[in-house]
C-alpha cells in the first residue's frame, strides 16, 4: 500500500533523535521509479569509510544497512509507487518505511536524527485537493492527495434531452429543462460542500465543458468558492489520468504563486519592523519560541554547522563540544534541524523556490504570530 503522505507522521519523526549526537540514523530516499543500482553502493562505502574509525557507529550502519537491504529484497515496488522513504537505526531498534506514489531524489543520508527535509517538502509542495468535472447533467468529485486519487463519487441525473420532444412548447420545455439543471447543479453543490469541509479541502479545480462549471460556481457557498483555485474546460469523459495531472499543475502553480506573496508579506513586515524576523539566529530563536506563524525557507538552502542533542543546541560554524553543556555534537545542515524544530511544534513551513530576496535575507525567515 502507498502512503498518503497526510499520514506521515513527520510531527513524530522530528522528535526523534539520538541524545548522545551519534551519527546513529540512517535516512534512505530511494526513486523507485528509475532505480539507480550503483547508487546505494556507493554511499555505503563513502559512509563506512568516515565511519571505519568507531567501532559502535560503523557496526550500527552496517546492521542498520542489512535491515534496508533486506526490505528491499522482500518489499516489491507496486504499480504506482514512484518513491520509498525509510528511516532507521538498528541501534535505536527503529524502522519506518513508507511507499509512495511521488518522484524523490536518492539520497542516503547518516545523522543524529531522521532526515525529514524531503518529505517536509513534498508536504508543503502536494496539497490535497478537491477536483470536481462536471457537465448539465453528470458529475465526479475526486479528492486528490500525494498524486493519487483518494476519493471518487459519480453523480447523474437524468435531466431532459436538449432538443424537445411531444407537443410541449418550446418555452415551457426550455423553463422545466433549465429548472432540473439547477436541481441537479445544487444537488452536486451541497454534496461538495459537505465533503470537502469534512476532508479539510483547502483548494478546488472546478472541470468541465460548456458553463454548468460557471453555473455551478455561482451557486456555491462563499466559504467554498473562495477555494477554487480555477476552473477550466475539459470533456467530460477525459481520462482520469489527463484530468487529475492537469489540475496537480494547477494546484502547484498556485502553491509557488502563494511562496511568492509570502516573501512579500515578509518584505513588508520587514520594513514596517512588524511581525518579522530573518537571518538564521533570529529566525531559530523564533522557531525554538514558537513565535512563527509561518517559517520560509529557500528550497535547496543548507548552512553547515553543528548540533547537541544533549541540549539541543544549533549554531553555525564548527564545534566538536557544545558551548553551553560540553556534550559531543554532530556535524548538520542547520536548515534540517530548524525544519525539525518547526515540525515539532505544528509551525507550517513554506519552501521557496529561487527568490533573490529571501536569499539575501539569509535563506530563512519567519512570519511571527507576536513579538
Ligand atoms: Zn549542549
Known sequence: MLTDLKNIDIKGLSGIYDPESRDSFISFYLNTKSLDNKFVEKRKKGCKYVLKGNRELYENFEKTMQKIEEYLDKNRVEKQQKGLVIFA???????????????????LIVDTSPYIRPIARLIDEYETFGLVLLDSHRAKIYIVSSHKVKYKKKKAKDIMNRHKKGGMSQARFQRLRKGAINHFLKD?????EKLFSEENITKIVI??????KTMLKNILPNNIKFKIVDIINADFDESENIIVSKSEEIILKDEKEISEKNVSRLKDEILKDGLAVYGLKETRDAVRNGQIELLLISKDYKIRGWICEKCQSVDTGAKKKCPYCGSKTSQVDVIEELIEFAERSDTKIEFVENNPVLNELGGVGGILRFK
Do not use: C, E, Q, T
Not at 89 to 97: C, L, P, T, V, W
Not at 188 to 192: E, H, L, N, T
Not at 207 to 212: F, L, R, S
Open 188 to 192: 452536486i453543490s451541497d454534496g461538495i
Open 207 to 212: 472541470a468541465g465543458p460548456g458553463n454548468a
Open 89 to 107: 537505526s538498528d541501534i535505536h531498534n527503529f524502522f519506518r518505511a513508507y511507499k509512495l506514489g511521488l518522484p524523490l531524489k536518492n539520497l
